[in-house]
């Protein structure tokens, strides 16, 4: 299994509303990563995770909450986010953080909050 | 920020053409990498060089890196129609965490 899977696909939600996005991969890989991309523009990292703590965030509003319950689940929560988070939010992992390694991408949820 | 830059921004090309895109980066690096995302989705990884190569190949792709210069280019021989996607260059300075460069659309035309 070389996948990341992501739940859900799309999300639309509202400016009050509490939301989580899930991300899992059953490669054994001790690092994962969330990224944020806007329409027309590359990736920007958010989080990193190596074996199961939080390793970097890049200065990222308290509204996004990542957590990583095991070595396979990778969750963002979401709270009183705004409509410019609107946005493709993807979830990467990589064998481990500190060598030469690719990273494997999930297809990513289409985030509109409204 | 973004540290990478790529030329063109966008290429079209005819079906059979070769398409070479170019990467810029600022800082030191411990990799660069190549992407492909096809319609705003996943990103699929296509290659990477070690700051100490120079050039590798892998079937129709070839990469080059100047670490002198801070830049690479990404090679692609005998364009199909399949390949029309957006291609990303990612430089990695500490394991897999990646700064992505700003992208370039390739269209390949039947």
Sequence with gaps: DTEVTQTPKHLVMGMTNKKSLKCEQH???RAMYWYKQKAKKPPELMFVYSYEKLSINES???RFSPECPNSS????HLHALQPEDSALYLCASSPLSGVNTEAFFGQGTRLTVV | SQQGEEDPQALSIQEG???TMNCSY??????LQWYRQNSGRGLVHLILIRSNEREKHSGRLRVTLDTSKKSSS????ASRAADTASYFCATARSGSRLTFGEGTQLTVNP
């Design chain 1, 27 to 29: 490669m054994g890989h």
């Design chain 1, 60 to 62: 990222v509003p308290s």
């Design chain 1, 73 to 76: 689940l990778l969750n963002l």
């Design chain 2, 17 to 19: 053409e070769n398409a």
């Design chain 2, 26 to 31: 600022k800082t030191s690096i411990n990799n």
């Design chain 2, 74 to 77: 990404l090679l692609i021989t």
